[in-house]
Nanobody
Framework: QVQLVESGGGLVQAGGSLRLSCAAS????????MNWYRQAPGKQRDLVAGITRGGFTSYVDSIKGRFTISRDNAKNTLYLQMDSLKPEDTAVYYC??????????????WGQGTQVTVSS
């Protein structure tokens, strides 16, 4: 089994910062692409940022220059540094990863989500 566990969410005022973490555990051979998604109330889940195993990053336009995605391959951990937060960033943030396991190949996994609330 593979588990992705997010942490670091919370309540912050507009302009503040938060750092999300996502720790992967289980029978992992390798983790390929890792992503952060978010889902605001009443809206669909959208991709926010992604990072390849080699460190190539991509961001949705609305968070460029404010959020930074990174990873530690040795620790199987994904991060999202969120600065200059805005009320519209309020959402549940989900970690997503393509994980290679012995015998099962590469499969996609989701974390349980962590709530980020930005007050105005």
């Amino acid at each position: 089994q593979v588990q992705l566990v997010e942490s670091g969410g919370g309540l912050v005022q507009a302009g503040g910062s938060l750092r999300l973490s996502c720790a992967a555990s289980g029978s992992i051979v390798r983790i390929d692409d890792m992503n952060w998604y978010r889902q605001a109330p009443g809206k669909q889940r959208d991709l926010v940022a992604g990072i390849t195993r080699g460190g190539f990053t991509s961001y949705v336009d609305s968070i460029k220059g404010r959020f930074t995605i990174s990873r530690d391959n040795a620790k199987n951990t994904l991060y999202l540094q969120m600065d200059s937060l805005k009320p519209e960033d309020t959402a549940v943030y989900y970690c997503n990863a393509d994980v290679l396991r012995i015998f099962t190949g590469v499969r996609n996994y989701w974390g349980q989500g962590t709530q980020v609330t930005v007050s105005s």
